[in-house]
């Protein structure tokens, strides 16, 4: 009788910690303390015993039943606890997420100054020309009056894909086919991509854009290249921005200059961006060389012009104070966002 | 190209600052980058004559030394081993400043008190080279003329205070790549006169056909358009002056010995490159300017084989190239220490020709620019 009595505790015991829900432990339940249940049965059967063994099992099954109950509790709380934590896990709303919303881009710094630059010249009446980025060396350098031989043909480093064939240093190539195919008065700017052979620094960049401009007509002086450039700056870069010009030198342009703008992180008194000089160096210019003209069947007697150039890149990064080139051509949209 | 104004005062009279200097030449054309002053960076070293030297009595390896600077006395404790009495050396004193931002305070070194540091050459900003007989670990001991200097500063005593502009000259200003244009610029730009400062050479030794007579021939003309040598005997080679030293250094080149030095000087100076031999490696005494046979092979100063074509002009003996025109010249005619004649060479090549021949050979030097 009492080994009955332990086995059923042993097994009802397992089965309580082996439920897994509710419903099965309620099962469990009713199978050891229902109506039908085991332990109710032995009680039942009580009367089959004798008066000494009676009042002995009767309070071992009371006292098993008892425990039983505890512990059927205890399991009915952590099943309980599971069941409500699993579904504070699936039914939660994070309040705190941001709705979803659509990438939207912007335009790279770049082509920013591109098209702004543009802007300028287009309302200044120029037009827009354009050309091939694989060029031949006789539009890009023969045509220049940069002649075989001269250093200037290296000092660029070009990139030759035959002894004829390059990929354009300067986008100079392009003023060239313009003058061969239209007579004067011409007014253009070609902004485009330009290849040099450069190892890549935080200013320098073997692919690079450049815009250049030309005007060809009667009458042309460097006063009115003066003027334009000074336009072109306050446009730009702000209505206070002074300009000045340095001679130099360019295979063709005669005579040439070097332009510099006054530093407009300072305004001129000397920073870390214009390297405590005030200025900044920007563009060369110059009035076009008569033997370029001629080369282009135009009357340099007739006829006068100037030129001027100057790297997209430079401009952003002055005007965006960007201070290393690379970041504007590694696609990170960190660094695009921001404009 | 670098250029020290120092050296630029010979050409033209500079009476305005570097900066303003700077300012004008490039509103005239020719840019300048950067501006180097140096020894502007040391401060309060002082030259002085080491009166007594005594151990240290705390430590093995310090001395403490009593210097003379003229209006006093002072001591400084170092653990330097190569200073004796009587040694001039530079003594940085209490609060001085060196090259590279350093500082110098007077302090106890073990217990003794050292009232500053006894210099050594590379902390004053100079090289083993810049002076001589110098060594690199140790104290700088000066030469004993410098006695007369004992109290002055050491920026005064040994003329460190240089400034350096370095141009950016264009294509078509090839004239500038000289000190002497670059002196004409300088007058042209300040509107001072030019000053010549050249001297005339004496003949004083007689040509003795057989001798001591080159022959020279310019077979190919076209890509030698003159060619002038001179010799000069009764050489011996050695280190080139302090001054000359300097102003070779001030634009970036370095002093090797006095014969090689000289070429290096005009070359900066006047802007023709000029080169030297050994005269008893020329044989035959004969020079001939000619075009390099195909596959002719000549071993060059930096001890590289170079095979040469038709298109490469050599210098020449009877035997054998001993130079590639213009580029570089060759290891056998090679100025030596024992060499006491030298043969100097001033020629005009076509600069084309030189250029390619340079090109096809990896070299670059500033004669071939």
């Given at each position: 009788m009492?080994?009955?009595?332990?086995?059923?505790?042993?097994?009802a015991t397992?089965?309580?910690?082996?439920?897994?829900?509710?419903?099965s432990?309620n099962?469990?339940?009713?199978?050891?303390?229902?109506?039908?249940?085991?332990?109710?049965?032995?009680?039942?059967?009580?009367?089959?015993?004798?008066?000494?063994?009676?009042?002995?099992?009767?309070?071992?099954?009371n006292?098993?039943?008892?425990?039983?109950?505890?512990q059927?509790g205890?399991?009915?709380?952590?099943l309980?606890s599971?069941?409500?934590?699993?579904r504070?896990?699936?039914?939660?709303i994070?309040?705190t997420?941001p709705?979803?919303?659509?990438?939207i881009?912007?335009?790279?710094?770049i082509?920013g100054?591109?098209?702004?630059?543009?802007?300028?010249?287009?309302?200044?009446g120029?037009?827009i020309?354009?050309?091939?980025?694989i060029e031949?060396?006789y539009?890009?350098?023969?045509?220049?009056?940069t002649?075989e031989?001269?250093?200037?043909?290296?000092?660029q480093?070009?990139?030759?894909i035959?002894?004829?064939?390059i990929?354009?240093?300067?986008?100079?190539?392009?003023?060239?086919?313009?003058?061969?195919?239209?007579?004067?008065p011409?007014?253009?700017?070609?902004?485009?991509t330009?290849y040099?052979?450069?190892?890549?620094?935080?200013t320098?960049?073997?692919?690079?854009?450049?815009i250049?401009?030309?005007?060809?007509?009667k009458?042309?002086?460097?006063?009115?290249?003066?003027?334009?450039?000074e336009i072109?700056?306050?446009?730009?870069?702000g209505?206070n921005?002074?300009i000045?010009?340095?001679?130099?030198?360019?295979?063709?342009?005669?005579?040439?200059?070097?332009?510099?703008?006054s530093c407009?992180?300072c305004g001129?008194k000397?920073?870390?961006?214009?390297?405590n000089e005030?200025?900044?160096?920007?563009?060369?210019?110059?009035m076009?060389h008569?033997?370029v003209?001629?080369?282009?069947?135009?009357?340099?007697?007739?006829?006068?012009?100037?030129?001027f150039?100057f790297?997209?890149?430079?401009?952003?990064?002055?005007?965006?104070?960007?201070?290393?080139?690379?970041l504007?051509?590694?696609n990170?949209?960190?660094?695009?966002?921001?404009? | 190209?670098?250029?020290?104004?120092e050296?630029?005062k010979?050409?033209?009279d500079?009476?305005?600052?570097t900066?303003?200097?700077?300012?004008?030449?490039?509103m005239?054309?020719s840019?300048?980058?950067?501006?180097?002053?140096?020894?502007?960076d040391?401060?309060?070293?002082?030259?002085?004559?080491?009166?007594?030297?005594?151990?240290?009595?705390?430590a093995?390896?310090?001395?403490?030394?009593?210097?003379?600077?003229?209006?006093?006395?002072?001591?400084?404790?170092?653990?330097?081993?190569?200073?004796?009495?009587?040694?001039?050396?530079?003594?940085?004193?209490d609060?001085?400043?060196l090259p590279?931002?350093?500082?110098?305070?007077?302090?106890?070194?073990?217990?003794?008190?050292?009232?500053?540091m006894?210099?050594?050459?590379t902390?004053?900003?100079l090289?083993?080279?810049?002076?001589?007989?110098?060594?690199e670990?140790?104290?700088?001991?000066?030469?004993?003329s410098?006695?007369?200097?004992?109290?002055?500063?050491?920026?005064?005593?040994?003329?460190?205070r240089?400034?350096?502009?370095?141009?950016?000259?264009?294509?078509?200003?090839p004239?500038?790549?000289?000190?002497?244009?670059?002196?004409?610029?300088?007058?042209?730009?300040?509107?001072?006169p030019?000053k010549?400062?050249?001297?005339n050479?004496?003949?004083?030794?007689?040509?003795?056909?057989?001798?001591?007579e080159?022959?020279?021939?310019?077979?190919?003309?076209?890509?030698?358009?003159?060619?002038?040598?001179?010799?000069?005997?009764?050489?011996?080679?050695?280190?080139?002056p302090?001054?000359?030293?300097?102003?070779l250094?001030?634009?970036?080149?370095?002093?090797?010995?006095?014969?090689v030095?000289?070429?290096?000087?005009?070359?900066?100076?006047?802007?023709?490159?000029m080169?030297?031999?050994?005269?008893?490696?020329?044989?035959?005494?004969?020079?001939?300017v000619?075009r390099?046979?195909?596959?002719?092979?000549?071993?060059?100063?930096d001890?590289?084989e170079?095979?040469?074509?038709?298109?490469?002009?050599v210098i020449?003996?009877?035997?054998?190239?001993?130079?590639?025109?213009?580029?570089?010249?060759?290891l056998?005619s090679?100025v030596e220490?024992?060499?006491?004649?030298?043969v100097?060479?001033?020629?005009?090549?076509n600069?084309?020709?030189?250029?390619?021949?340079?090109?096809?050979a990896?070299?670059?030097?500033?004669?071939?620019f």
């Amino acid at each position: 009788m009492e080994e009955q009595i332990s086995k059923i505790k042993k097994v009802a015991t397992m089965e309580i910690e082996e439920t897994k829900d509710l419903q099965s432990l309620n099962d469990v339940r009713i199978k050891y303390l229902g109506k039908k249940g085991e332990l109710t049965a032995v009680l039942r059967n009580m009367g089959n015993l004798t008066p000494e063994e009676r009042p002995f099992v009767g309070s071992m099954v009371n006292a098993i039943r008892d425990e039983l109950e505890t512990q059927i509790g205890i399991r009915e709380k952590v099943l309980k606890s599971e069941i409500l934590k699993e579904r504070l896990e699936k039914e939660k709303i994070d309040v705190t997420v941001p709705a979803k919303s659509r990438a939207i881009g912007s335009i790279h710094p770049i082509t920013g100054v591109i098209d702004n630059i543009k802007d300028i010249f287009l309302g200044l009446g120029y037009e827009i020309a354009d050309g091939p980025e694989i060029e031949k060396t006789y539009y890009v350098f023969d045509q220049l009056n940069t002649p075989e031989g001269h250093p200037a043909r290296d000092l660029q480093d070009t990139f030759y894909i035959t002894d004829d064939i390059i990929l354009r240093t300067q986008t100079s190539s392009v003023q060239i086919r313009t003058m061969e195919n239209k007579q004067p008065p011409i007014k253009i700017i070609c902004p485009g991509t330009v290849y040099r052979s450069d190892s890549v620094d935080s200013t320098h960049s073997p692919v690079f854009h450049q815009i250049e401009g030309l005007v060809i007509d009667k009458g042309i002086t460097m006063a009115d290249l003066k003027g334009t450039l000074e336009i072109f700056a306050r446009k730009c870069l702000g209505e206070n921005t002074k300009i000045r010009f340095r001679p130099h030198h360019f295979p063709y342009t005669e005579p040439s200059a070097e332009v510099d703008v006054s530093c407009f992180v300072c305004g001129g008194k000397g920073c870390r961006v214009c390297k405590n000089e005030g200025w900044i160096e920007l563009l060369g210019c110059g009035m076009v060389h008569p033997k370029v003209l001629k080369n282009c069947n135009i009357d340099p007697e007739i006829y006068s012009g100037f030129a001027f150039g100057f790297g997209a890149e430079r401009i952003a990064m002055a005007k965006y104070g960007i201070d290393d080139m690379r970041l504007m051509y590694e696609n990170d949209g960190r660094f695009l966002k921001q404009f | 190209m670098k250029a020290s104004v120092e050296w630029l005062k010979e050409y033209a009279d500079i009476e305005i600052t570097t900066k303003e200097l700077a300012d004008r030449l490039t509103m005239t054309g020719s840019k300048v980058e950067t501006i180097e002053e140096k020894g502007k960076d040391i401060k309060n070293v002082v030259i002085g004559k080491i009166l007594e030297i005594t151990a240290h009595p705390d430590a093995d390896k310090l001395i403490v030394t009593k210097i003379n600077l003229g209006k006093e006395t002072v001591q400084i404790v170092t653990a330097a081993d190569n200073v004796k009495v009587g040694d001039i050396v530079p003594v940085a004193l209490d609060g001085a400043e060196l090259p590279g931002g350093k500082k110098i305070n007077k302090g106890l070194l073990r217990g003794v008190e050292s009232q500053g540091m006894m210099c050594g050459i590379t902390e004053i900003g100079l090289e083993v080279n810049d002076f001589s007989n110098q060594i690199e670990e140790g104290i700088m001991i000066l030469p004993s003329s410098y006695e007369r200097y004992i109290g002055m500063d050491v920026v005064e005593a040994l003329k460190l205070r240089e400034d350096i502009l370095d141009f950016e000259i264009t294509s078509n200003r090839p004239d500038c790549l000289s000190i002497e244009g670059l002196g004409r610029e300088v007058a042209a730009s300040l509107g001072v006169p030019f000053k010549d400062p050249h001297a005339n050479i004496k003949n004083n030794a007689k040509i003795v056909p057989g001798i001591n007579e080159l022959k020279i021939t310019i077979e190919d003309p076209d890509l030698c358009y003159r060619y002038a040598a001179r010799i000069v005997e009764d050489v011996k080679i050695g280190e080139s002056p302090e001054w000359m030293k300097r102003r070779l250094k001030a634009c970036g080149v370095r002093s090797i010995n006095n014969i090689v030095d000289i070429t290096n000087y005009v070359m900066l100076e006047l802007g023709q490159p000029m080169h030297a031999f050994d005269i008893n490696s020329i044989e035959g005494k004969n020079i001939i300017v000619r075009r390099a046979k195909e596959n002719e092979k000549i071993i060059t100063l930096d001890e590289e084989e170079r095979v040469l074509d038709n298109d490469n002009l050599v210098i020449a003996d009877s035997v054998r190239p001993v130079a590639i025109a213009g580029v570089m010249g060759g290891l056998n005619s090679e100025v030596e220490p024992k060499t006491t004649t030298i043969v100097f060479e001033s020629a005009i090549f076509n600069g084309e020709s030189v250029r390619k021949t340079a090109k096809r050979a990896r070299t670059a030097n500033r004669s071939i620019f």
